[in-house]
């Protein structure tokens, strides 16, 4: 689709309505991918070097604050609204209620997820929580750990991973896994989880 280059990033101009809309298309379809909320720190960050990668390597970037927002008029190609991974895991999670799609929570501190999972539940019965993984400092660079975690992962099935450990490290996490699980989508959330969970 279209899209608005931002700082030499291309964010697609869609809503959060949307952006839930083109996962669940894209799902339907067979497709997994990554899904970017990027605020003003993570548009820095893709300008440099080390993370300059992230911004092509995600699926869909999404606008998560109104200075896009405001930038993206100012340029003239406009931003229709700012699309959060705060909101977007309330959204995706009703959604998935709706349709029967398997949710995982990956990342945040101990019993976080877990709270966070009940939550989503509590607003949205029949939600399928299929999973939640805490992993320990240091997990990504510990073959074991990540091949375990892709195990449980596999054993889950999910169709949507909210991946709970800041940027950049839970889009590299989520682009390891995406190789291995091609069909499920995965949003790098931030401290969405520690929200939700409250
Ligand atoms: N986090 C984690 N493991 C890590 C780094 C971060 O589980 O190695 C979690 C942290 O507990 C929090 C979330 O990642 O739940 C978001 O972290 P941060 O606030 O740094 O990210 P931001 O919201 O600034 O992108």
Redesign the pocket.
Known sequence: GHTVVLDGVRISPISWRQTVDHVMTELDAGRGGLLLTA?V??MYQLSQPESGDLADKANVVVADGMPLVWASHLQGTPLPERVT?ADLVWHLSEEAAVQGRRVFLL???PG?AERAGAEFVRQNPGLQIVGTD??P????SDEQYMTGLLDRLQAAAPDLVFV????P??ERVALQLLEHLPKTWFM???????MAAG
Do not use: R, S
Request: hydrophobic content about 35%; overall charge negative.
């Open positions: 605020n720190d993570i991974g990342g945040a501190g976080v805490c992993p400092e240091g997990f990504e709970a450990l800041g940027f490290k839970q790098g959330c931030g401290g969405a989880l520690d």
